[in-house]
């Protein structure tokens, strides 16, 4: 029987209900003992009494009583990550900002958050180089492998929770900057196109549809040169893809992505690699609750890029207020 374990729901297992949490991470136990469990309240969310069906949000603790041998058979066949000194040292170096409750990381491209299948080397596999057990940051959301910038994780339970509640209600203001293949017009303003998952041929894919989830992006035109536009883009909705679809369907694809742009998204010249990169981010901060902001420096390709049109790297850039309609 292993002990009581205090596990926080990362970005990743975001409004999966508990049955299917327990399926994909404690496989060895079987619905009638879950429900067992819950029935006599051993298996809690945030402390309080829940039923199998209750959706999960990013950064609630999930405690769970001692379980038979065996209930993670499957993730333990795989073996716990060896970290290397190699990747410890990686990952200490991609710190731009740490305290008490927070660390944030310039992400690299190319680099995925959370591992997946046939997905070895990830930012929560190198974790450890922080700390284990209490002392192991938390990933509090997440970017897509190919973007780079902010990445925000809390360094307690208390801070990762609060984190996890800011995103959800809509209390970070994130700025992206893009390379995006075209001009906008007008050259500002918000796009507010839902989007729902579809299969196709190519796999799942987000796409633009009256029947999917609201989705709303405010954009500015920074500088424009020739056929390429450089684009501050502000998601006020955390939908997957968001600002790779609403780009698209304005006819300015981010230059490299290939999924939603197509053969458009790509300019000879330009490296093909993704040209979208999360720069800053405001947000209450979990001790305080005071505004805090953050910014990351534009790094590899996007850098060369940038360096190459001359664009400017501090350029001022002012949201009107956030108003989601």
Request: proline content about 6%; some cysteine.
């Amino acid at each position: 029987m292993s002990g009581v374990q205090q596990i926080t729901v990362s970005a990743e297992d975001d409004d999966l209900r508990l049955d299917r949490w327990f399926r994909k991470h404690f496989p060895g136990v079987k619905h009638g003992q879950l429900e067992k469990l819950l029935r006599k309240g051993q298996i809690r969310v945030d402390g309080g009494r829940i039923k199998a069906s209750h959706k999960l949000a990013a950064g609630q603790i999930i405690r769970i009583p001692p379980l038979p041998e065996g209930a993670d058979e499957a993730l333990a066949k795989k073996g716990p990550p060896v970290l290397s000194n190699r990747d410890a040292r990686f990952i200490r170096d991609l710190v731009i900002y740490e305290d008490d409750a927070l660390l944030i990381l310039n992400k690299p491209f190319g680099l995925a958050v959370q591992g997946g299948s046939k997905t070895n080397r990830h930012i929560d596999g190198m974790l450890d180089a922080f700390g284990k057990g209490e002392a192991r940051p938390r990933l509090t959301h997440r970017l897509d492998r190919d973007t780079g910038g902010v990445l925000v994780l809390g360094k307690t339970r208390k801070a990762a929770k609060a984190l996890g509640e800011f995103f959800q209600r809509h209390k970070v203001e994130k700025t992206y900057w893009a390379l995006l293949a075209g001009v906008p017009h007008p050259r500002q303003g918000r796009i507010d196109l839902p989007i729902v998952k579809k299969a196709g041929p190519e796999g799942e894919k987000m796409n633009k549809s009256e029947a999917g989830k609201k989705a709303l992006t405010d954009f500015q035109v920074v500088e424009e040169a020739g056929s390429v536009s450089f684009v501050a883009l502000r998601p006020l909705t955390g939908r997957t893809h968001q600002l790779r679809v609403h780009c698209a369907a304005i006819g300015a694809p981010i230059v490299g992505d290939g999924k939603y742009g197509g053969a458009a998204s790509h300019i000879e010249g330009i490296s093909p690699k993704m040209h979208l990169f999360c720069q800053s981010m405001t947000f209450p901060h979990p001790l305080t609750r005071r505004s805090f902001s953050v910014k990351a420096e534009l790094s590899a390709h996007m850098l060369a890029t940038w360096k190459f049109f001359n664009f400017p790297r501090k350029p001022v850039i002012e949201w009107p207020e956030a108003n989601l309609g």
